[in-house]
C-alpha cells in the first residue's frame, strides 16, 4: 500500500480561516471542524514625548525669542510674549512638547539659527511627564 500526503490547502486571501486537508472527494463545502484562534489585538502604545527648553542669556533679544517661537513651534504673538517672559523671569521655559524626534530636531535647528544670527540662546529637550 503506497500512502500519499495529503496537501495542506490555505487561501493566502483569507488568513483567518484555518487551512484544511485536501481529501479525495473533498467537495469545497464540507470542511472539518477545527478550534478557533482568538487573535488579541496589539497594544499600541504614546511615544514618550520631550519638552523643547529654551534657557536664559542676558544676550539675546527678546523680539529674537519671540520670533523663534512663532516660526519655529508656531505659538500665536500672545503665547510667544508669554513663554519668552517665562523664559526671562524663571530662567528658562518650554516652548513645546513632542516626541523625541522632533523635539530633538527643533532645538538643533534653534540652536543653528541663533548662532547663526550671533546669539546665544540654548535650548535643550528633557522628558515630560503629563498630559
Known amino acids: 500500500m503506497i ?4 496537501p495542506t490547502v490555505a487561501d493566502w486571501h483569507f488568513p483567518n480561516m484555518p487551512a484544511h486537508r485536501a481529501q479525495d472527494g473533498d467537495t469545497e463545502g464540507e ?4 478550534a478557533d484562534v482568538l487573535v488579541a489585538e496589539p497594544e499600541i502604545a504614546k511615544p514618550p ?3 523643547v527648553v529654551m534657557y536664559n542669556d542676558n544676550y539675546t533679544p527678546m523680539e529674537f525669542v519671540v520670533y523663534i517661537l ?14 519668552m517672559l517665562t523664559i526671562h523671569n524663571s530662567s528658562k521655559g518650554i516652548a513645546g512638547i513632542y516626541p ?16 547663526r544670527e550671533g ?7 528633557e522628558p515630560h511627564q503629563g498630559e
Not at 500512502?3 to 495529503?6: E, H, I, N, R, V
Open 70 to 83: 512663532q516660526s519655529e513651534f508656531r505659538h500665536s504673538m500672545d503665547s510667544a510674549v508669554e513663554i
Open 49 to 51: 514625548m520631550y519638552a
Open 31 to 34: 470542511t472539518s471542524p477545527q
Open 3 to 6: 500512502l500519499q500526503a495529503t
Open 119 to 125: 546669539y546665544p540662546l540654548l535650548t535643550q529637550i
Open 100 to 115: 523625541k524626534d522632533i523635539a530633538e530636531t527643533k532645538a538643533k535647528k534653534v540652536n543653528s539659527l541663533a548662532h
